[in-house]
Structure formats: C-alpha cells, structure tokens
C-alpha cells in the first residue's frame, strides 16, 4: 500500500518541530525563576553575583537553540515533501535540542575543571549539528523532496563544518577541561576551515551555501 503524504503532513512536522523548541527554549530560564524570589532579600548586584553562572549557562544555551532553529527553519523552507528517514533524523535533531536544558543545568551546577561535564555539553551540541547534516545530506540525495531549484541551496561542507569543529571542542574539552567550554570558541574558525573544505571536495559539494 502506498504511502501518501500530503502538505498537511510537512506542516505538522514543521509545526512539532517549533513547539519542541519553543519548550526547550523556555525551560532555560526556569532554575532562575525558582530563584527569582531570593532577590527580595538582596540587591540585584548581589543576585547577579551569585547566580552568574545560571545567568550565563541561560544566554549562551539560549543563543545555541536559536541558532539552531535557524538552521533548521532555513533547511525546511527548501521542502516540499518528507520521507521517514527525514522523520526521525528531525526527532534525533529535536532529542538534542529537548537536551540542552539539562546540560545546560548541569554546566551550571557542577562548572570548575569539569572535562565530563563539559563533555555532555558539546556533545550533545555535536548530536544536534550531525542531525541537522545528516538531514540535508538526505535531501542533496533526494531532490524530490525539495522546491523546485532547491538542491543548490544546500551546502554539505557548509552544514560540516561546525559538525567537525565541534568534535575538535569535545577532545579538547576532555583532554584539557580548565578551558571549559571557552573550547567552543573554536567554532569562529568555521569561515576558513569552510573555505578550506570548498577548496578540497568542491566538487562533491553543492554551490552555494546557507
């Protein structure tokens, strides 16, 4: 029996997709509302002071989420149609991002010299972005599922790029944890490890990037 799949199914998808993230993102800020009550009792510089590493853990996972609900939202523009395999890399993409709440708890509760704790992190960091790759390769292979003149728009080497970089912050999270997760700021090498990657497999690439 043939599948059918309609437009009102990739809606749903996308629609799952948002409200996923939509909660990850908003359970960040929930350790600082259970604490929210203590600055009655001091000045805000005090409660700044300390809960600065729940303040920070929230920004920067904040940040993360978005970032990676606009690649996802730039990738799912290009769809037209879906197949099961793009289901559950998307559910292996939306576990990782329902994740970062609780890593995010984590770095902040435990922090100091960490590598394992640091490690959860990234890690899960890099389960979101070879998700995410692992979404657009199905896509470059099938460009049935995609609108018309689609297929250019993805860029494989673009979407490997932090998936590599990634990988090299959680080695190095490990084997050198007093950097912590400043290890991430590795990924602002992305532009010229991209332009190198283009130099070395244009070819099995596509031409343009996100």
């Known amino acids: 029996m043939a599948v059918i799949r309609t437009e009102r199914g990739l809606d749903r998808l996308v629609n799952f997709a948002d ?3 939509a909660i990850a993102i908003t359970l960040l800020i929930l350790p600082l509302v259970d604490v929210a009550g203590d600055i009655a009792h001091e000045s805000v510089g005090a409660f700044v002071s300390e809960h600065n590493g729940e303040l920070l853990g929230f920004v920067i996972s904040f940040i993360v989420i978005g970032r990676f609900w606009i690649i996802h939202h730039r990738v799912f523009e290009l769809v037209l149609d879906y197949s099961p395999a793009i289901i559950w890399y998307n559910f292996l993409w939306l576990a990782s991002i329902v994740f970062i709440p609780f890593a995010t708890n984590l770095v902040s509760a435990i922090g100091g010299d960490r590598g394992d704790v640091d490690a959860v992190y990234i ?13 657009e390769q199905h896509l470059y292979r099938h460009p049935e599922l995609l609108r018309e003149n689609a297929r250019d728009s993805i860029d494989l080497l673009r979407g490997l790029t932090p998936a590599l970089l990634l990988v090299v912050a959680l080695v190095l999270a490990v084997l050198v944890p007093q950097v ?15 332009a190198l990657l283009v130099l070395v497999f244009r070819p099995r690439g596509s031409q343009s990037g996100r």
Do not use: Q
């Open 19 to 21: 409200a996923t993230v």
């Open 123 to 135: 890690g899960n960091m890099v389960v979101a972005s070879v998700a995410m790759l692992l979404i």
């Open 180 to 194: 912590g997760l400043f290890w991430l700021l590795v990924l602002f090498l992305g532009r010229p490890l991209h």
